[in-house]
């Protein structure tokens, strides 16, 4: 387990990395950089060092004093220029993520959907919010979801933490959260009536000596606390570090991953599409059709949760979706984007068979034969052993250290026991 | 790239001319011509003062929060306002020889914001009072200056212009009136950007469903190569509104609810959300002359030759 310190990669996005490697002192803080004769999305490709964390090291201080923990080929995420990491802030943002007064009515915290012990998620198909309203799909786990280029299960109109949070904590279709018009400001009111968190707003954003806490402030915080929920450290990771060894099935399952081609959605090292980091050169941003359903023989999913078609508008678009991390896969049941399947091993079968085939009920067709299928989802032919194994190799992905991080645990119910702690 | 305003709006204008005689046979067909202003058209004096007021209609009758309003929809049904709010950008007083001066907002604050783009948010509903739920206060003016003379009349856009949709909702540097800590409800944080409208009303049939209009820009993606929050949309979905013939000191620009939701039953939920693919967006898009097609394929444009007949002038 390597670390790398944020401040050798500066505690921006890539504009200030780029300026370390390329073009030092050419670039506006925080901003991203291309040569014009580039087309935008592509960052320099060919000047571009290979990465070294310990060349990088060397390369400066910058002004956060944040450590990520990653193995050393991994890269750190990229971060917000105007939300640079810092262990005050994440710290303020893991009693924010349990505190239940964020919600408009008191009920529900982040935490309320998103349980450690899940990898963040809830158990439930569908996540319920906080004025019992459920939501048209599955809390998603955030493991490493510092990492993703967007957020949700398909909204490429989100590509920041900062973005998604403003969806749970004032949407109303579904409702989650529930902050509105009539009680946005009552909720900041609440937060400020708690004697901890002025101070531990002051020391989060020493910009503002004062400790305001405003939503902008919150939704930071929040997400700087997301950020540091790193999960490298499975069974898979310790023998990838030549610390552990795969049994005899756990190996033919890895063997099995890749033959069978389901890494190429759920590529390595966080076993999902659309990984990003600050050496990341070409951004995956695909979405894919996966054959669940084929309500009209044209590929239509149910109409709650049509996916990647709701934002683009794009016919072609319907039922994609972003493939989401499998580190933690075994803790996060239901599966897919509706919990539409019960465990692991029927995901398994679903994707040997190349889809799903709806016998009866409103929802019934054969995503066998979906034409908006993604070519990758096909029959293949996996014994029963060879499905075995697959599930033998996915366990080794959990992480059981990050499911039980006191970093990451509800500070409100942490020791001493039986009182519950304030910020 | 159609997400700016700008290509459109020049094109609004050369097809102002050719709307202004059909809007003024609606104007007068409304009843609501009031004084025109002629040829001669209103002075605007030396303290440049200009104050353009808005009203909710339904038909020729003004209504409010608890106005219990008739004769809704395809079935002539009755409803209550619940929710009626709107954004209103690039407010231009027109000159009798077709030329244009912008308006300069008076302040910027809570509901106004004055920059390369200006953004101001119509609020005709209040929380609290009949159905409604949501808005504290009521703002029906957009008040500022122009350069003393002559106009006739006044054009405006409908939504948040892109150089300010898609600002951070949150950032303390984003102008309050688009912020999700003053106007939460206007924030459309799922599309990266914000609702032009939030047109809500509560039916008085069985089960009170509700049939509404969440106008904004959708196809919206971010960049995140580049980090760029939104760097594009497909659908802009911004109204002209143009009014030819028009006398602030004697009018007023109201939203006719009976007249965008003509095609509505209210006797069942009628959510247009204004997703590309959402069958139930196509009565109020046509009424908007917004280009909209469910397949997915509207372009979320103003349609060549076609005026918008949601917005109307009435006598004060």
Known sequence: ?423 | MACFSTSWFSKSLLGAASAALALSVLLSACGGGGDSGGSNGWSVDSSGAVKLQFAAYAGSTPIQCGTAVAGLGSKSSGAQIQDLRFYISNVKLLKADGSSVALTLSATDNNNYQGTDSVSLITLSQTGVGSCTAATALNKLIQGTVPAGQYVGVTMTLGVPFSLNHLNSTDPATPAVLRSDVNPGMSWNWRGGRKFTKVELQSTDTGNPVTLLHLGSTGCVGDPANGVAISSCTAPNRVPLTFSSFNPNTQAIALDVKSLFASADFSVANSCMSSPTDAKCVGPFGVLALNFNSDGTGTGQPISGQTQSAFKAVGL
């Open chain 1, 1 to 423: 387990m390597g670390t790398t310190t944020l401040d050798a990669w500066g505690a921006r996005w890539p504009g200030a990395w780029l300026g370390v490697s390329l073009m030092a002192g050419a670039l506006c803080p925080g901003q991203w950089a291309f040569a014009s004769s580039e087309r935008p999305g592509h960052i320099a490709p060919t000047t571009t060092p290979a990465v070294s964390a310990a060349s990088l090291k060397r390369a400066g201080a910058g002004p956060a004093d944040w450590v990520w923990q990653l193995p050393a080929d991994v890269a750190p995420p990229r971060v917000p220029a105007d939300n640079p990491m810092s262990p005050a802030k994440v710290e303020l943002g893991r009693f924010l993520f349990y505190d239940k007064r964020l919600s408009g009515n008191g009920t529900q915290s982040c935490g309320s959907c998103h349980f450690q012990r899940l990898a963040f998620t809830d158990g439930r198909a569908h996540g319920l919010g906080s004025t019992g309203e459920a939501h048209p799909r599955s809390p998603m786990s955030l493991a490493n979801a510092a990492f993703n280029a967007t957020y949700t299960w398909a909204n490429p109109a989100l590509i920041t933490l900062e973005r998604q949070m403003t969806n749970p904590v004032f949407g109303e279709t579904p409702v989650e959260m529930g902050v509105n018009d009539t009680n946005v400001q009552q909720v900041l009111q609440r937060l400020q009536a708690e004697p901890g968190y002025p101070r531990r707003f002051a020391t989060a954003f020493p910009e503002d000596p004062q400790g305001t806490i405003s939503w902008d402030h919150v939704i930071k915080a929040v997400s700087a606390f997301e950020r540091s929920l790193l999960s490298f450290n499975s069974k898979y990771d310790r023998v990838k570090a030549g610390k552990a060894r795969f049994s005899a099935p756990e190996a033919r399952g890895l063997k099995l991953f890749r033959q069978a081609e389901c890494v190429k959605c759920h590529q390595e090292p966080n076993f999902s599409n659309q990984f990003l980091t600050v050496a990341t050169r070409d951004v995956d941003v695909s979405f894919y059709n996966k054959g669940l359903y084929n309500l009209d023989g044209r590929g239509a999913y149910p109409a709650a949760s049509p996916g990647l078609i709701e934002i683009t508008g794009k016919a072609a678009d319907m039922g994609h979706y972003r493939a989401p991390t499998l580190r933690n896969i075994e803790v996060t049941a239901p599966y897919m984007h509706d919990g539409s399947v019960a465990t692991l091993q029927e995901a398994i079968a679903l994707y040997a068979d190349g889809g799903r085939r709806i016998t009866q009920g409103h929802n019934a067709g054969d995503g066998r034969a979906s034409p908006l299928k993604n070519a990758l989802v096909r029959s293949r032919p996996l014994s029963h052993q060879d499905q075995a194994d697959l599930l033998a190799f996915l366990k080794t992905l959990t992480d059981p250290q990050f499911l039980r991080d006191p970093r990451h645990a509800d500070p409100f119910q942490s020791p001493p026991p039986g009182k519950r702690r304030t910020p």
